[in-house]
């Protein structure tokens, strides 16, 4: 029997809750294809600056680089707001996102036809909407040096060099290949030096891309025609903060930010994770909603693994809880037949893997 050894970060908030989640239905989806899966666990954030004094322990960067995968919740919360920037939890998943070398991070923004009356839009608006961003992850300013608070002046710098443009560059025209064929790459041209590389190098790379149509658009236009017409977009290829920003709005669009995976992925390893925070405010209620995290695990099985057929039949489970009408309280709204909890989902969707 095939066997992996997948690290679990379970973080802070309602991460371990929705994480437990997620490997129920691993357990599940791997006992029914014929693999197994072993977990270790490590920790990172304020969990980890409670426990051991720094928020990213040398254990976990090791543990995760000599596993097959990651699979990672949330961190941060009020607690640690106030340490000293290199301390926070957030500094923690940043370099532990550096350490692991993950530069793309795809989020992929897929309606589900049961839900199209959740999202804020009208239904007309998204229905069918099928994005994918892919977000330059380990560069652009979030890491960008100099950097400095005096408390009189601050700043920071947004650096991209072409070679880690045309990296993520690739990534995205390589996913367009397999999907519409459409790349948009999101700058900000206008006024950015950095932008102008950026949608040069864009420009070059296109030309071994002959079948994949190439567009621009500045980032506040791409905000706004996101909300506008979101159909219009097949892959979205932007910087760190961009794509930070853009993901959230992508996420609003689709109906909740409780849906929406993600995973980071680079020439080492990859980890994967919902786009949501830890979410302190709701944490150990059973309220949060654990299909972000259990989407997540499948794009782990389909992207690291290689095991397609388990993550399909993660898809279907999915979709059909939420045919049948289960809701976690976010979407509770929305053609609710049973409220549930986060548990209570996990459950049902685990059980649908063996239907
Ligand atoms: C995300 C988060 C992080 C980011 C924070 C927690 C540092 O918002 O993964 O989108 O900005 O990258
Ligand atoms: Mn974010």
Redesign the pocket.
């Known amino acids: 029997m095939k066997k992996y050894n997948i690290s679990i970060i379970k973080g802070d908030g309602i991460g371990p809750e929705i994480v437990d989640e997620a490997i129920k239905v691993l357990d599940a989806v791997s006992y029914s294809c014929g693999f197994s899966l072993e977990y270790k666990e490590y920790l990172m954030g304020g969990i980890a600056i409670d426990v051991t004094g720094a928020p990213l322990p040398e254990e976990t960067v090791e543990g995760v680089l000599n596993s097959d995968a990651c699979l990672f919740g949330a961190?941060?919360g009020e607690k640690w707001d106030t340490l000293p920037r290199e301390l926070r939890p957030?500094t923690g998943?940043?370099s532990f996102r550096e350490k692991m070398g993950v530069y793309a991070n795809l989020r992929p923004a897929i309606i589900y036809d049961e839900l199209v009356n959740a999202s804020t839009l009208k239904p007309e608006v998204i229905e069918g909407v099928d994005i994918m961003v892919v977000r330059e992850?380990i560069g652009g300013i979030?890491f960008g040096k100099p950097r400095a608070n005096d408390g009189e002046t601050a700043y920071n710098t947004m650096i991209y060099t072409k070679s880690e443009i045309v990296r993520i560059g690739k990534k995205a025209f390589e996913l367009a290949m397999k999907r519409d064929k459409r790349v948009c790459s999101v700058d900000k041209a206008n006024v950015l030096e950095v932008s102008q590389l950026w949608r040069d190098t864009m420009e070059e790379l296109a030309l071994d891309y002959p079948s994949v149509e190439l567009s621009h658009m500045y980032v506040d236009n791409a905000a706004m025609q996101l909300v506008r017409n979101p159909r219009q977009f097949d892959v979205i290829v932007t910087g760190?903060i961009f794509g930070?920003i853009l993901?959230?709005t992508a996420s609003m669009v689709v109906g909740s930010i409780g849906l929406l995976p993600s995973a980071s992925t680079g020439d080492k390893t990859a980890i994967y994770?919902p786009?949501h925070?830890s979410a302190p405010d709701i944490a150990g209620q059973g309220i949060a909603n654990p299909i972000a995290t259990i989407e997540s695990a499948g794009m782990m099985l389909r992207y690291s693994l290689g095991e397609s057929e388990a993550a399909d039949k993660i898809d279907t489970a999915i979709k059909k809880a939420l045919k049948e009408g289960y809701r976690t309280k976010d979407l509770a709204a929305f053609d609710a037949k049973e409220v549930v909890t986060t548990a209570e989902m996990g459950d049902i969707i685990a059980n649908n893997i063996n239907k």
Do not use: A, K
């Open positions: 961190i941060g957030e998943l940043l992850l979030y760190n930070d993901s959230d994770e786009i925070g």
